[in-house]
């Protein structure tokens, strides 16, 4: 088919240029996709599906100017993706609501369906179809089906007290990124591990998988707005309070000490999971940790308490109340 001369012509041809963009063979899983009024999808016997949407909003979570538009197609489906890790399970399609302005339906549209394309083959994670509208400004809304083992589904609420608070990878690395790219004065390229983390996240699909086929984690949960905004989910979730030990929370190297602890607190964007494991089976926990990640950092951060306070004990031996400082869209600034 020849290339559309003026590609924002009408939608019809641009839901062809998203089609042909993203174009997946058909599957057994996903047999009706992109191109009818809705899409047909065979659920895995012995499975349960697990269903997440989330928003990529120009000027919340995108700068045009300064994101590359293949990390924002990246990025879109990666951290929607993050919260099926978070229940143990693996993505399977995915439904794209995209709107924007008629002088992006060129270029910057194939950059950014560039970037979702890469990022739904490295998940595994087909397009099922969509909609698409024009606006001023880029809004994304991405739904992600997957599934989960039956019975084997890790919810918020299954951390108990005494049991042990785990985290995957550093903290604040993609927060610290964000701070660098809005100092550049162009489109921003990935050159260090945080603008890397911040431009191209990598969900812990493995991991997440892993922590639930071996019923190691009592609860879990990603961290996209933050520690300090996503533990008491955790911990309202499961009616229990925590500790947190300020100096075991792994975070950014190569910049002032107070302020890699303040990212590593309040950081978001990280997708990193946080999960509690009960003490009888941390020691095979860390044993199968060492065979199956060898090179993926996780930390003990401190415990679940019965009583319902969060409490962050910091390096000189006092604790104090951990307040939440994360990414919170309603807060009063």
Same mark, same amino acid.
């Given at each position: 088919?020849?290339?559309?001369?003026?590609?924002?012509?009408?939608?019809?041809?641009?839901?062809?240029?998203?089609?042909?963009?993203?174009?997946?063979?058909?599957?057994?899983?996903?047999?009706?996709?992109?191109?009818?009024?809705?899409?047909?999808?065979?659920?895995?016997?012995?499975?349960?599906?697990?269903?997440?949407?989330?928003?990529?909003?120009?000027?919340?979570?995108?700068?045009?100017?300064?994101?590359?538009?293949?990390?924002?197609?990246?990025?879109?489906?990666?951290?929607?993706?993050?919260?099926?890790?978070?229940?143990?399970?693996?993505?399977?399609?995915?439904?794209?609501?995209?709107?924007?302005?008629?002088?992006?339906?060129?270029?910057?549209?194939?950059?950014?369906?560039?970037?979702?394309?890469?990022?739904?083959?490295?998940?595994?994670?087909?397009?099922?179809?969509? @909609?698409?509208? &024009?606006?001023? *400004?880029?809004?994304?809304?991405?739904? $992600? /089906?997957? =599934?989960?083992?039956?019975? !084997?589904?890790?919810?918020?609420?299954?951390?108990?007290?005494?049991?042990?608070?785990?985290?995957?990878?550093?903290?604040?690395?993609?927060?610290?990124?964000?701070?660098?790219?809005?100092?550049?004065?162009?489109?921003?390229?990935?050159?260090?591990?945080?603008?890397?983390?911040?431009?191209?996240?990598?969900?812990?699909?493995?991991?997440?998988?892993?922590?639930?086929?071996?019923?190691?984690?009592?609860?879990?949960?990603?961290?996209?707005?933050?520690?300090?905004? @996503?533990?008491? &989910?955790?911990? *309202?979730?499961?009616?229990?309070?925590? $500790? /947190?030990? =300020?100096?075991?929370?792994? !975070?950014?190297?190569?910049?002032?000490?107070?302020?890699?602890?303040?990212?590593?607190?309040?950081?978001?964007?990280?997708?990193?999971?946080?999960?509690?494991?009960?003490?009888?089976?941390?020691?095979?926990?860390?044993?199968?940790?060492?065979?199956?990640?060898?090179?993926?950092?996780?930390?003990?951060?401190?415990?679940?308490?019965?009583?319902?306070?969060?409490?962050?004990?910091?390096?000189?031996?006092?604790?104090?109340?951990?307040?939440?400082?994360?990414?919170?869209?309603?807060?009063?600034?």
């Amino acid at each position: 088919m020849p290339a559309q001369k003026n590609p924002d012509s009408n939608e019809d041809a641009l839901v062809s240029r998203i089609a042909r963009k993203l174009h997946f063979a058909k599957s057994a899983a996903l047999p009706i996709g992109v191109g009818d009024d809705a899409a047909l999808w065979h659920p895995t016997a012995g499975y349960q599906t697990v269903l997440t949407c989330d928003w990529f909003l120009e000027g919340s979570h995108f700068l045009r100017e300064k994101h590359p538009a293949d990390a924002v197609g990246w990025k879109c489906l990666a951290r929607a993706a993050s919260d099926i890790a978070a229940m143990g399970g693996k993505p399977r399609c995915f439904l794209l609501s995209l709107a924007l302005p008629g002088e992006l339906s060129g270029k910057w549209l194939d950059d950014f369906l560039g970037g979702l394309r890469r990022a739904s083959k490295a998940l595994r994670c087909e397009p099922a179809g969509g @909609d698409t509208t &024009r606006q001023d *400004k880029v809004l994304i809304n991405v739904t $992600v /089906i997957g =599934e989960v083992r039956k019975d !084997r589904a890790v919810l918020r609420s299954g951390a108990r007290p005494d049991d042990l608070l785990f985290v995957s990878g550093t903290l604040g690395e993609a927060d610290l990124g964000l701070r660098q790219l809005r100092t550049q004065k162009r489109v921003a390229r990935a050159s260090n591990a945080a603008l890397r983390k911040h431009l191209y996240p990598e969900p812990r699909m493995a991991l997440g998988y892993w922590l639930a086929q071996n019923r190691f984690a009592t609860a879990m949960m990603d961290l996209s707005d933050g520690l300090s905004t @996503d533990l008491p &989910r955790l911990c *309202k979730a499961s009616g229990v309070g925590a $500790v /947190i030990a =300020e100096g075991a929370v792994p !975070r950014p190297s190569r910049i002032p000490e107070a302020q890699a602890v303040r990212l590593a607190l309040d950081g978001g964007d990280d997708y990193e999971l946080l999960f509690t494991v009960r003490p009888s089976n941390v020691p095979r926990f860390k044993r199968s940790m060492q065979k199956s990640f060898p090179r993926l950092a996780i930390s003990n951060i401190g415990a679940i308490t019965e009583t319902k306070k969060l409490l962050l004990l910091k390096k000189e031996g006092v604790t104090q109340e951990f307040s939440s400082g994360g990414w919170d869209p309603f807060r009063k600034k």
